[in-house]
Nanobody, 121 residues
Framework: QVQLVESGGGLVQNGGSLGLSCAASGRIFSIKDMGWYRQAPGKQRELVASITSRGSTNYAVSVKGRFTISRDNAKNTVYLQMNSLKSEDTAVYYC???????????????WGQGTQVTVSS
């Protein structure tokens, strides 16, 4: 069984910074892309940033230059450093990873439980 466990998040003032982390655990054979999504009330879930196993990154236009995604392959962990936060960044942030486990031997999408990020103006 594979799990993604997120940490970080919380309440921060406009212009502040916050960091998120997400650790994958379980019977993991390999992890390909990892990423962060977010969902604000009444809106669809959207991609914030993603990173390949080799470190290539992709960002939503709205966060480019403010957010940085990184990963530690040895720890099966992905991070999201968020700077210059704005009220429109308020959302539940979800970690996502494409993982092949020893159980299924196919690439499957796994999701974290979500963590609330609130930016107060």
């Amino acid at each position: 069984q594979v799990q993604l466990v997120e940490s970080g998040g919380g309440l921060v003032q406009n212009g502040g910074s916050l960091g998120l982390s997400c650790a994958a655990s379980g019977r993991i054979f390999s992890i390909k892309d990892m990423g962060w999504y977010r969902q604000a009330p009444g809106k669809q879930r959207e991609l914030v940033a993603s990173i390949t196993s080799r470190g290539s990154t992709n960002y939503a236009v709205s966060v480019k230059g403010r957010f940085t995604i990184s990963r530690d392959n040895a720890k099966n962990t992905v991070y999201l450093q968020m700077n210059s936060l704005k009220s429109e960044d308020t959302a539940v942030y979800y970690c996502n990873a494409k993982i092949m486990s020893f159980t299924t031997w196919v690439d499957e999408d796994y999701w974290g439980q979500g963590t609330q990020v609130t930016v107060s103006s």
